[in-house]
Nanobody, 123 residues
């Protein structure tokens, strides 16, 4: 499956962005969809995942970010509210199988990745 993330940009702290990730095939066939982010020189960091209707979030974004999907459009979304400068990163969407709770936050568990979209939050 090919994934295409977009929607990044430059925002002021406190603002909102919604990142779409369009898949080349029916996302219903991929039980787990996720978002990760990465700063230069750092490891890729888990942000959020959606597995069969259950959501998972990193503590740093819980209550501010929401992951959702539209099966009819083969699209997964990351709604980001109350943005902070520390949210600045390249954001990647990923697709995987039915991942268990202990691996769902592990980037290595996802075989399919989008190309990333830059989000920059200024203070």
């Amino acid at each position: 499956v090919q994934l295409q993330a977009s929607g990044g940009g430059l925002m002021q702290a406190g603002g909102s962005l919604r990142l779409p990730c369009v898949a080349s095939e029916r996302i219903g066939s991929r039980p787990t969809m996720a978002w990760f982010r990465q700063d230069p020189g750092k490891e890729r960091e888990f942000v959020a995942a959606l597995r069969s209707g259950t959501t998972f979030y990193a503590e740093s974004v819980k209550g501010r970010f929401t992951i959702s999907k539209d099966n009819a459009k083969n699209t997964v979304f990351l709604q980001m509210n109350s943005l902070k400068p520390e949210d600045t990163a390249v954001y990647y969407c990923a697709a995987g199988g039915t991942l268990i709770n202990t691996t769902i936050r592990n980037a290595a568990a996802y075989p399919y990745w989008g190309q990333g979209t830059q989000v920059t939050v200024s203070s």
